[in-house]
């Protein structure tokens, strides 16, 4: 019999990341997530509308070790429950925009949008380097997210 101690027996919480596309940033969140916190919540992402899911964030992720390749870009509507302990908005329009949840708690943390900061750029490698600092930022905001969330 497991002790009362034995966090397999506290139920984990649910966050959700949501961002406009659901195509990168809110992707990376999850991705990030499911790497550092997969054993103390359920973990997903959506957005306010269906981009499809960004190959350089792909790319650069699993340049990172976090493999999101099997990801798929999909709404609020699509997601497999209705209600989240958390919802974070890394994104300014997805703020805006955010639908109500009831009984959790929401959060916004803006993070630049790789696609619009590269528009119009030619070298991959630059462009590239934008994603990752991107990635990066996602990165170390979710490494610490315990810090932000009431638990």
Known sequence: MKSSSDKSLIPKKSIMFLCTGNSCRSQMAEGWMRKFWASEFDVYSSGTHRHGMNER?????????????SHSSKTI????????????????????????????KLLHASFQDPPALTKGMTNEEEILAVYR???????????????????
């Open 77 to 104: 509507e699509e997601l497999p429950r209705a209600t989240f302990d958390y919802v974070v908005t890394v994104c300014d329009s997805a703020k805006e925009s955010c639908p109500y949840f009831s009984g959790g």
């Open 57 to 69: 964030a792909v790319k650069v992720m699993l340049e990172a070790g976090v493999d999101i390749s």
């Open 133 to 151: 600092k991107v990635r990066d930022e996602i990165r170390d905001f979710v490494k610490d997210i315990d810090k932000v969330l009431e638990k």
